[in-house]
């Protein structure tokens, strides 16, 4: 896969409050990307995991800002396990350069 990086901006991340989920959220703009997705796993160098992005689009016509937010739920993560990460598009092969977290841990589990 060729990573072009691109005018991916605020990518957080957040937990959901159930076991095994993270929330990943990016913005665009001006641009929209029409297959928005996130590759993952657990070595940068094999993100076989992916999941399609919902989108939503903003226009703040009196400032100027325009642009899209993209959100997409990884599952069935590992307490823990490190994951690498991109988001991007696939029409495009437009992606952001290589991101990682730790898999949240189960509720009620102390962290180590």
Known sequence: ???????HRQIH?????RDGEMLVMWATTPDSYKTPIVHYGHFPS???KKV???ISTYNVGHLGFRGSIYKALL?????NKRYYYIVG??????FSTIKHFNGP???GQQQP
Do not use: F, Q, V, Y
Not at 75 to 79: A, K, Y
């Open 1 to 7: 896969m060729n990573l072009i990086k691109s005018g």
């Open 13 to 17: 991340l957040t937990l959901t409050g």
């Open 46 to 48: 094999k993100m076989d």
């Open 52 to 54: 399609s992005a919902i």
């Open 75 to 79: 599952t069935g993560l590992e307490p």
């Open 89 to 94: 598009d696939t029409e495009t092969l437009t």
């Open 105 to 107: 841990p189960h509720k």
